[in-house]
Nanobody, 113 residues
Framework: QVQLVESGGGLVQPGGSLRLSCAAS???????MGWYRQAPGKQRELVATISSIGNKNYADSVKGRFTISRENGKNTVYLQMNSLKPEDMAVYYC????????WGQGTQVIVSS
């Protein structure tokens, strides 16, 4: 099964930017991939999706601020996050869409002044 390793999270001020990366241990070329997030006390939600051919979709809460991309040659998915808000604070995970049963450890994003 493909292993997923997320990175790039951290502490950022409101209005700031972060770029998350997700490295897969195997080929993701044929899969739709997504970024999910889970805030404390809330269910995990899907915020961005990219199909195997590059079509993108976003949750309304991040549309216009986040950009998902993929680099199949590196088995990597990215999430560029701009204009970050306190409500974006969560642990971010990548996975296929629909998701595989195994999740990575996630990367924490903290938005605070």
């Amino acid at each position: 099964q493909v292993q997923l390793v997320e990175s790039g999270g951290g502490l950022v001020q409101p209005g700031g930017s972060l770029r998350l990366s997700c490295a897969a241990s195997g080929s993701i070329r044929l899969y739709a991939m997504g970024w999910y997030r889970q805030a404390p006390g809330k269910q995990r939600e899907l915020v961005a999706t990219i199909s195997s051919i590059g079509n993108k979709n976003y949750a309304d809460s991040v549309k216009g601020r986040f950009t998902i991309s993929r680099e199949n040659g590196k088995n990597t998915v990215y999430l560029q996050m701009n204009s970050l808000k306190p409500e974006d604070m969560a642990v971010y995970y990548c996975n296929s869409v629909p998701h595989w049963s195994s999740w990575g450890q996630g990367t924490q994003v903290i938005v605070s002044s």
